[in-house]
T-cell receptor, first 112, second 114 residues
Framework: EDQVTQSPEALRLQEGESSSLNCSYT??????LFWYRQDPGKGPEFLFT???AGEEKEKERLKATLTKKESFLHITAPKPEDSATYLC?????????????FGTGTRLKVLA | NAGVTQTPKFRVLKTGQSMTLLCAQD?????MYWYRQDPGMGLRLIHY???????AKGEVPDGYNVSRLKKQNFLLGLESAAPSQTSVYFC?????????????FGPGTRLTVL
């Protein structure tokens, strides 16, 4: 069964304390893995797309990496404004139809 | 360029009432999607559309109907609202639904059914 599991569910960091969020997945025919940021009361905001194992993408303090079974979102020296829920999603294909499966997210709180 | 917009932002219904949620996108995307987001659960696909005039069922379609009469608009209808439909509803769009195609989301509609 196609599935996306994110861990931890919640994470509290001090400002400047680097850490990583995990996204483990099983999917038929991975076509892409996506990271989104979601602020309270708002829609998910696109961050990265990764296509194949070994790929990495960076944006400011965020770096996403991908292996055959999981992805990590590394946050270097986070600031309070990085506080949000981070969602992971995978795109798979079944019978020629693309589908997206979302994880439940990691709630990140960065304390000043 | 507004991206994906949704109306209304909030709504309270009584059980049995009906309503329509409107999603609009100005990115000329072919694919549009309706999701619901509930605490402790990932975004779940209700219905989607691969182009003007076409719709298809997603993971949780029961109790909802959709229409895509114009490419830029995707409507989600609740014919007889139930408390189980209390949720936050998100619309999304993507260029073609192809490999690695990114979905862009609207701001959401918070619906409460009493």
């Amino acid at each position: 069964e196609d599935q996306v599991t994110q861990s931890p569910e919640a994470l509290r960091l001090q400002e400047g304390e680097s850490s990583s969020l995990n996204c483990s997945y099983t999917v038929s025919g991975l076509r892409g893995l996506f990271w989104y940021r979601q602020d309270p009361g708002k829609g998910p905001e696109f961050l990265f797309t990764l296509y194949s194992a070994g790929e990495e993408k960076e944006k400011e303090r965020l770096k996403a990496t991908l292996t055959k079974k999981e992805s990590f979102l590394h946050i270097t020296a986070p600031k309070p404004e990085d506080s949000a829920t981070y969602l992971c999603a995978v795109q798979g294909v079944t019978s020629g139809t693309y589908k997206y499966i979302f994880g439940t997210g990691t709630r990140l709180k960065v304390l000043a | 360029n507004a991206g994906v917009t949704q109306t209304p932002k909030f709504r309270v219904l009584k059980t049995g009432q009906s309503m329509t949620l409107l999603c609009a996108q100005d990115m000329n995307h072919e694919y549009m999607y309706w999701y619901r987001q509930d605490p402790g659960m990932g975004l779940r696909l209700i219905h989607y559309s691969v182009g003007e005039g076409t719709t298809a069922k997603g993971e949780v379609p029961d109790g909802y109907n959709v229409s895509r009469l114009k490419k830029q608009n995707f409507l989600l209808g609740l014919e007889s609202a139930a408390p189980s439909q209390t949720s936050v509803y998100f619309c999304a769009s993507s260029l073609q639904g192809a490999r690695g195609d990114t979905q862009y989301f609207g701001p959401g509609t918070r619906l409460t059914v009493l």
